[in-house]
């Protein structure tokens, strides 16, 4: 991919991994149409992107709106209006488990198929299985996380993940696992850079907000942001 003239190399810089991930998790994963494909369906389906005021998710809600789905997400209420800015139909707080996914069941009228998981810990997979359609109908509730799960609470819902990585066609350990090389990732994984470089020219497909930073000493403070969790709705980026 070439880079986009119209963006800068600050923001170009927030779309490595997360289109990546993006690609992989709502393409790959939970095989749904493409920006561009023809779908035979009238009626829109319903995707969860739980974690939509991530950089992943923000990425992931505007694919989804492209893919021509009703897009629906989980955030603290202060980004409620950030995430419906980049594609949600509606946001639901995910403090109250039990609340946020009765809400959404309720909004979705129980006919929530496709759940893409961009936090992947804590109550996440909980809410993600309580938001999905009670009933399951040939195997058809689908969850993707960004790490494994692998103990998902329900046993009718089909649980994967995937690791942007692997898009490099050559094996690694992760987490102390051995990961192998996959050419199909790899693949892929050009193809959808060939279409989110139109995308991205296009202005289809915007970068999140950035907080800039400056210097090693900057990076160093990022990194504590992101250990204690206080980084939302931003993408962080540093200039040496």
Known sequence: MKMPS????EEAATLGVSISTVGQGLYQSLGLPQPGSNTSSSEKEYV???GGATATGLFAMQYAKLSGLNVVTTCSPKNFDLVKSYGADAAFD?????????QIKEYTNNSLRYAFDCISEK?????????????SKDGDLEYSSLLPVQEFPRKDVKNRHTLAYTITNEA?????????????DFEFAKKFWTAAEGLIQEGKIRVPPLKKG??????MEG???LRNGKVSGEKLTYTL
Request: glycine share 6%; charged share 25%.
């Open 6 to 9: 119209n963006i800068s190399y």
């Open 48 to 50: 969860l992107i739980y």
């Open 94 to 102: 995910y403090s109250d488990a039990k609340k946020c996914a009765e």
């Open 123 to 135: 109550s996440s997979p909980q809410i993600c299985a309580d938001a999905l359609a009670s009933d």
């Open 172 to 184: 690694f350990k992760f987490a102390g696992q051995d990961v192998p090389a996959s050419q199909d």
């Open 214 to 219: 400056k210097g090693f000493e900057g990076v």
């Open 223 to 225: 990194l504590d942001l």
